[in-house]
T-cell receptor, first 111, second 110 residues
Framework: QQQVKQSPQSLIVQKGGISIINCAYE??????FPWYQQFPGKGPALLIA?????SEKKEGRFTISFNKSAKQFSLHIMDSQPGDSATYFC??????????FGKGTMLLVSP | DAGVTQSPTHLIKTRGQQVTLRCSPK?????VSWYQQALGQGPQFIFQ???????QRGNFPDRFSGHQFPNYSSELNVNALLLGDSALYLC?????????FGQGTRLTVV
């Protein structure tokens, strides 16, 4: 049973545009929702994370929006750059940091 | 401050062999988790170690085992390797819920 559903599977955005990736979860016990960025051949790097008591968190060009009632959260990348081209994973956990990941979104930012 | 370090970075093994992967956590982190990432997929949780004990385990067979040492470093052992074990193996260290990953070990089973 996939507990975190991520969409879209792939995304092409023009330079300067907004990239939006969505995730939905089922387990209401989840209380921590991070986003990771992964480049080919590298490990995932923590980008930004949010907890359910906050509806939005912004760090630089990256923003997480969180909708607790809908059990959904999304990543917005403003002013997308070619260097943002990577695979993005949403994740969720509760308790001892055992992360459940979405299947990933391959983002390509065209110059 | 060194982040999470894993060794080796790449490894080629033959079916039926055994392999040991190593992980040094980020300074101050007491918890180490291991994940398997197949090509084009998200990481899948294998197990987690805390205070030298396996605290949680994912849906992986007993061929996958691990260990955590008093300095919090950890090993992942896989016995009787199968072709399907070919993947990127990721170690993550954490203190609380925030987890940081190493660069991974690319295991190829031939």
């Amino acid at each position: 049973q996939q507990q975190v559903k991520q969409s879209p599977q792939s995304l092409i955005v023009q330079k300067g545009g907004i990239s939006i990736i969505n995730c939905a979860y089922e387990n209401t016990a989840f209380d921590y929702f991070p986003w990771y960025q992964q480049f080919p051949g590298k490990g995932p790097a923590l980008l930004i994370a949010i907890r359910p008591d906050v509806s939005e968190k912004k760090e630089g060009r990256f923003t997480i929006s969180f909708n607790k009632s809908a059990k959904q959260f999304s990543l917005h990348i403003m002013d997308s750059q070619p260097g943002d081209s990577a695979t993005y994973f949403c994740a969720a956990n509760s308790g001892y940091s055992t992360l459940t990941f979405g299947k990933g979104t391959m983002l390509l930012v065209s110059p | 401050d060194a982040g999470v370090t894993q060794s080796p970075t790449h490894l080629i093994k033959t079916r039926g062999q055994q392999v040991t992967l190593r992980c040094s956590p980020k300074s101050g982190h007491d918890t180490v988790s291991w994940y398997q990432q197949a090509l084009g997929q998200g990481p899948q949780f294998i197990f987690q170690y805390y205070e030298e004990e396996e605290r949680q385990r994912g849906n992986f067979p007993d061929r996958f085992s691990g260990h955590q040492f008093p300095n919090y470093s950890s090993e992942l052992n896989v016995n009787a390797l199968l072709l399907g074990d070919s993947a990127l193996y990721l170690c993550a260290s954490s203190l609380g819920q925030e987890a940081f990953f190493g660069q991974g070990t690319r295991l190829t089973v031939v």
